[in-house]
């Protein structure tokens, strides 16, 4: 690795067509080897993206989109946890989406998110996302059957359309102003079945355990395939994917956190500038304070 600022550029697809995951290795590490390194750079990185979160927010005209996909345990509520740790909450959003409700499933499949979408100078996270509904709806087609479409929209172009519709989506997000920023955190299925383990050995982490999780991953090879598949499609310069090694925790933040502030950087973000008329406001507010009686006990 050259400089910890190119690190997650490594990881970053911008152009789909021949994107093939098997060439995308989960235990990858560019060459660091030292973790607790890797959690010092990790903690300057989370200090940097304070300081660029707080110029986004008074900039007050960006707003940033951060998408985040993976397999169960792969690391997504630690990954976003650890990365967003210095982050002032009143510039940032979280919001995890999970099997639709009977009101979402009454709309077009992009309304639910759309509601959710960051405001200027704020950063929004999916975890989860408008992506499920190329992944765990493709992978088990009778999920879309029951979001009621018209018949003649469900034949075999349906994913084609929707990979469409997410590309056309995204490039208006970015034409609008908001930075679009996707990691597939792409964990192995071994180190999957050893952190299921590891939910199912240790009573504290039972909670994070679900059956359905072991029944998902009787479907791996399918959400690979959905996963490249959807990767081909919807990696653009404007909307990269990133696809991040997951089976070593501390190397995923890592690069996590330097895809986001590469994404921060690339904006030239401005504290506002004052103008000279109000500059004169400023020196009136001095003057009338200035001149307060002093206050009586
Ligand atoms: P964790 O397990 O860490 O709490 P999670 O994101 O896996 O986080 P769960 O409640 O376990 O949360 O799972 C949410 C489930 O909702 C996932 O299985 C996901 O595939 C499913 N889901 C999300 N969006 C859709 C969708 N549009 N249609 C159907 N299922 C969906
Ligand atoms: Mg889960």
Known sequence: MSRISDLADQFKVTK???????????????????KEHAEELLAQ??????ELQDRLY????????????????????????????????????????KSPSAEELDHDFLWRTTKCLPERGRIGIFNRSYYEEVLVVKVHPEYLVKQSMPSPLIGKDVWDNRYASIAEFEQHLARNGTKVCKFFLNVSKEEQKQRFLKRLDDPERNWKFSTSDVAERQHWDAYQDAYQDLIRATATKQAPWHVVPADHKWFTRLVVAQAIIAALES????YPTVSSAQKAGLAEARKMLDGEKPAKR
């Open 16 to 34: 789909g067509k021949d994107f093939r995951l098997k060439d995308w290795d989960p235990a990858d590490t560019a060459g660091i080897k030292d």
């Open 45 to 50: 990185g989370v200090k940097r993206l304070a």
């Open 58 to 97: 008074a900039d007050n005209t960006w707003s940033l989109l951060l998408i985040f996909q993976a397999m169960d345990a792969a690391g997504k509520d630690g990954t976003i946890k650890h990365v967003m740790s210095g982050v002032n909450p009143q510039g940032c959003q979280v919001y995890s989406f």
């Open 267 to 270: 904006l030239d973000l401005k």
